[in-house]
């Protein structure tokens, strides 16, 4: 079905933080979507380039709006983790199409949300886990999209096809994030001095994505999953590092057969690119753009395994994937409003 | 005239660089426009995701190739100064249109790109100096576009306003760019750790995009005009500053006046937005984009007017504005494959 | 007089602040100077790394303090502006030489003071403005020193000759900051995707440093002094560019003669180098040192002259200068705990 | 022995690079060094500030000089691999003492180096591997020193406690490293703009420094050795993130046990921070400095250890680690000239 002809109103809830912004970045130039509304609690009537200053050419304006008065057919909730739990109850009831880019719904197991979020979790709905090159066929049938993690989407891309053909028995996924991830608030952290010719590994341990790697990496059996964030001074971007530990049966496994196993799984997804053997992922080649580089696939002497890839954390970590999940669910072209070409350099 | 289903072939000549990058990321998503050739002659028969990493969604293939060889209705020169002199006036004779990018075309005096560029001018060729702005009447019927420079664009998006009315008697201009505006080959300037946590000010009175800003700003009655550059660790981004001294007569002169001023010299301009009072241009909100954000607009005790632009270098400041200039030329929508929205962050 | 075999214990209040850090940092390592006492309202009792990570050999402590309870020769006050004004007569009172990094003192005139910081004035001390290039004589018979603001300490280094000499009427004032400078609180400004990848032009025409700046260098004869900053993506760090208009009698002079009333005027300092005529003072060649590059000094086609300096802002433009006055004030060798040389890369 | 009174002349072949630098800057300030000769094949008769302009306090000028003519009691080989092992023979007959900054006598067994460095091994000397936190005793005695590589430095003493208490079975070494490591010259990886919001994976499984690594953490009883480096926009510093799979004996380890553990490994280690529970070693607290901070200490649920360590690597990672090796062997304190605390910020 290409519904090309359809106009799908949008609203988006909590627009004011980066996500948001990248939401109407990219949905301005989507030919099949309206804006319909922005919503902000705290600007409520502020103009959109006074929060946003790149988007100058619209007349979109926040509203402290309520679910009931929003005039759309589907709705991203940009909001916090907690926050959506307490909003998209409601907006399933209004019977809008809902795709939620916080953590709250993207837990099989809301056990596993209590732990690591430290909070009950009060919703009964179910969302879908929105990676596209996993859950396609799930998407199409979707009210609600749980819109993966930025880390989780860098892990999970690198490191699915070693755990579906089983070829590993364990995954250490060390990441290095740009400091747009951490949101547009300023805090001590993102004070530029200490970002600046520096590394910040953080919740070494502890961080909540870790809970979403593993269960989409670790629900096959027996693999031990294991993730440790680092901040680098770089804006944009999830530059990811998979190690892997063969198991003793794939200890012969060679570069071009792993190649060939991406190539063969992602053989249908346009936002994945394989890389070739001489080729690495880098950031700057996907820059504000939804494309997943992923390369490396070398194996050392010690039967380590290295898969790398490279996203934009807030187009493919965050709000692209979003847009990619409501032109799967709109019946629209998968890439619609995201063709863009990251900006090298 | 919108001739909005016309599809125009071009080609790239020296496309193997950030400007030639620049054209064939966004003329890849321009609707109206077939890309037919790009040409290097270092990279023949290389895929130009080999020397663009960022463009791997299209089978485009460097060629080393002739003018005469060209499957083209325009052609695009990315080549060097010296170099087009030599191409331009075949490709004319061949009766392609032509938008060049170096600065062999750019002054009304010869004499003038002699001293300044130090070597002898041998095409008898004029160009249309292609800021739309200004220019865009005699961009509509020309063969010939000369581009203007990275430097330039911004300073006299800047300033124009202030000369034609015959504000002020001195423009100071201090530029600070991005090292993209270095070019793609590496050089001890361009190296990391030259340029991370430094400033670098170079050719404080002898840059050539000295000549181009004078030519536009000073060829007006009696305005003295000075330019200096500044290297910065931005990759992408030209912000300029304006220091000029305002006429004895104008010393009265208020900020308000002068963004009215500027508001009416730019109003039917898609890609120039004049700032509110509060407002200051930032590189963050350009960038990627083709649009020139201008501010600023605060005049001093001393009689000091200040105005400030911020222009993405490799897009307002080279293949966006060349892109612009084909859009006039051919009869598009000015902001034809033009619209996107500068990434912040 | 060489005293150097006496002890001075030094105090620091309000060493919670970069400038306070880097008093630290070097006087840790200053021959004839013992720290007693650092002082903090908000860390009482908190060791000193917890705030200043990098000095862990020491086991130094903050204290919440009164003026009254220092056991000191000389106390650095490195607290905000409004803040000095109520503390440092106290401490003058009870004897202590002081060196204040405050804007409280540096004013000859409070009138000026109170125009631009928006404040009463109200203490009747006044303060030796402590640039030991110009007033060496008076800071070594001070008991109060108003060590400069960062951004005066560049431009006036980089302009005072040519106003000692008459040889301007007119000095524009373009600089170039780090953003240490804006102090160790996080802000929306210091957030670091505004900053990366950005220049930032503030206060235009209203930045309280121009003050200072027009104190020193206008205070002669008929001389218009501007001002603009700019925040840029380095840390530590000021390059200033002093844009200045020849007076007509001037016209002819040279680059070399200039080079040379330079190098008279400084010849005694050890802290200004003066650079050769192909040289570019460069912030990476001063950092964390206390020197200050002095270089550019070219003269272009219109009579506008052009002098470069380069200084780090936390050591020539603070924290370093300070103790360069103590030493001057103790009778210590002038660059006794500053022979630190920068750090290039 | 204190040796204090005494004065080492020093020469250092191979002086115009970082390391070079570092050297020179570093034993400026060394009370009891006198650097009596640099060499530098390309810059004969040439002023040091011309190269590293930095160091303008000095007139030191480069010689090409061959080493039976050096006036020196100990000489720094900062040349690159091969070309060490030409020279350093003939600086032991001549029976200066020797510290080779190059990875030329790292190796107890030549066969490796050949392996890794692709090249014959011709000189029969034995250096001592100069890491002074496990070699103190070898180094007293030493003629030569083969000073370790930068990224060995930061993964060796952040995981040599583990494999000494034989805690591990498995070590993956994922590090960060600024881009001075890549030396002085330009070259495509490190122009400003491929480094800039970028992180680059390079040589995942085959990097030289991982031979090294191997050699001091694998030489132990079954212990499998990864290596992984990454570039990323930082000038100085290396991150290391050491995970380490924990022997089924050890699974209850507790982080308090393990920082008990590397607090006694290093009792005496001047240069070396043990870092409390809820702190992170970063690059901004060890810059231009030679202490190297350890922390993180935490142990996953899947049995992982995660230990990070922070250090400069021009000083700790070369230069400093150089100078510290020349103090044990001539009998000064361990960290003369090198008190210098980081530059934070």
Redesign the interface.
């Known amino acids: 079905m290409n519904n090309g002809d359809k106009m799908t109103k949008v609203a988006i809830i909590g627009a004011s933080g980066?996500t948001g912004?990248e939401l109407i970045?990219l949905l301005?130039?989507h030919p099949h979507v309206e804006i319909t509304d922005i919503t902000s609690r705290k600007y409520d009537n502020v103009p959109v380039h006074k929060i946003?200053?790149?988007?100058?050419?619209s007349n979109l304006v926040f509203k402290d709006k309520n679910p009931e008065n929003l005039d759309a057919d589907l709705v991203f909730t940009a909001t916090p983790h907690g926050a959506s739990m307490k909003i998209v109850p409601d907006l399933i009831n209004l019977d809008f199409n809902v795709i939620d880019l916080s953590g709250d719904y993207r837990f099989r197991d809301t056990k596993v949300y209590e732990k690591w979020y430290g909070m009950e979790h009060t919703s009964d709905l179910k969302g879908v886990f929105g990676i596209p090159e996993i859950y396609k066929e799930e998407i199409k049938k979707a009210k609600l999209i749980a819109n993966p993690g930025c880390f989780p989407t860098g892990a999970i891309l690198a490191s699915y096809p070693l755990v579906k053909k089983d070829l590993v028995s364990?995954i250490?996924i060390?990441s290095?994030t740009?400091?747009?991830g951490a949101g547009?608030?300023?805090?001590?952290v993102?004070?530029?001095?200490?970002?600046?010719?520096?590394?910040?590994?953080?919740k070494?341990?502890?961080h909540r994505h870790a809970a979403e790697i593993q269960q989409e990496l670790g629900g096959f059996d027996e693999i031990?999953?294991?993730f440790?964030p680092?901040l680098?001074?770089?804006?944009?971007?999830i530059?990811t590092?998979s190690?892997s530990?063969l198991k003793e049966d794939n200890l012969d496994l060679t570069t071009d057969e792993l190649i060939k196993i991406y190539q063969d799984f992602y053989k249908n997804e346009i936002f994945v690119?394989i890389m070739d053997k001489d080729?690495?992922p880098?950031?700057?080649?996907?820059?504000?753009?939804n494309?997943a580089?992923i390369g490396?696939f070398?194996?050392?002497d010690?039967?380590?395994l290295?898969v790398?890839s490279?996203i934009d954390n807030?187009v493919k970590g965050a709000s692209g994937q979003a847009i990619h999940n409501m032109n799967i669910m709109e019946g629209f072209p998968e890439d619609e409003g995201l063709?863009?070409?990251?900006?090298?350099?």
């Open positions: 980066y912004g970045r301005l130039n946003h200053p790149n988007i100058r050419e364990r250490i060390d290095k740009g400091v747009s547009v608030s300023p805090s001590e993102t004070h530029y001095p200490n970002i600046a010719d520096n590394v910040n590994p953080y070494i341990t502890k031990k999953v294991s440790t680092h680098v001074p770089v804006t944009r971007g530059q590092t190690h530990l690119n080729e690495i880098h950031l700057r080649s996907v820059r504000g753009s494309y580089h490396g070398e194996i050392d010690t039967g380590r290295v790398l490279a807030l063709k863009f070409i990251g900006l090298n350099p």
